[in-house]
């Protein structure tokens, strides 16, 4: 897809409107279909992601302000799928592979944009794609990025409850307060998958069975 590339590497540097890419995107999506690709937007995502990347390698700052321009198709992308938004992520961590700790602060901003999820992150970061015999878990940068996520999920469920007891001290209403306890339940039952999610891809490589196919 490289001649793909090119064209989104042109009309992102002239800023051309969104639209104006979509036949782009429609080819690498038919030839990827044509390769036997049971999901093009896997191949799409991993070519604008790194054009994104690219136009930003600069600086931090650049890459940042790039993913700004490019939001509204990102939090398209992001929205269509489990797989797409872990492509996003892999695409970031595969452009700065030398400098592991860039990708890890553009993961931690594209969380904040709501592109990709808590459960999308650990699910690449721990997922038998990217760990393959296990070797990942000595990144140091693979711990801070899972750390980092992690601490989102937490730090929000944890301003929620002194939210909640805000609530109770200014006197709200009885359905205020339902509210904010439903909206902290929810938050804590997610917490707890998110939990169990790493517990459960960590698993094969507690027990071994990741390694019995190897």
Request: charged share 20%; net charge negative.
């Amino acid at each position: 897809f490289a001649a793909e590339g090119k064209q989104i590497l042109d009309g992102l540097r002239k800023k051309v409107p969104d639209e104006e890419l979509q036949p782009i995107f429609d080819a690498i999506h038919e030839q990827a279909t044509e390769a036997g690709s049971s999901d093009p937007l896997i191949q799409s995502t991993d070519v604008y992601m790194t054009t994104i990347c690219f136009i930003g390698n600069k600086s931090l700052s650049h890459v940042l302000s790039c993913i700004e321009r490019c939001k509204t198709r990102l939090l398209s992308i992001g929205a269509s799928s489990e797989a797409a938004r872990r492509q996003i992520v892999g695409s970031v961590v595969a452009f700065w592979a030398d400098l592991p700790g860039i990708a890890v602060n553009i993961i931690d901003k594209l969380l904040n944009y709501t592109i990709v999820t808590p459960q999308a992150v650990v699910n690449w970061c721990l997922g038998q794609d990217s760990l393959g015999d296990g070797k990942g878990l000595a990144n140091t940068w693979r711990y801070e990025m899972l750390a980092a996520t992690m601490g989102k999920v937490t730090n929000r469920v944890r301003q929620i409850a002194q939210a909640s007891v805000m609530a109770q001290l200014q006197g709200l209403t009885p359905g205020q307060l339902e509210m904010v306890k439903k909206t902290l339940n929810d938050e804590r039952n997610m917490m707890r998958l998110l939990f169990q999610l790493i517990a459960d891809l960590l698993a094969p490589y507690v027990d071994g069975s990741a390694f019995e196919s190897s």
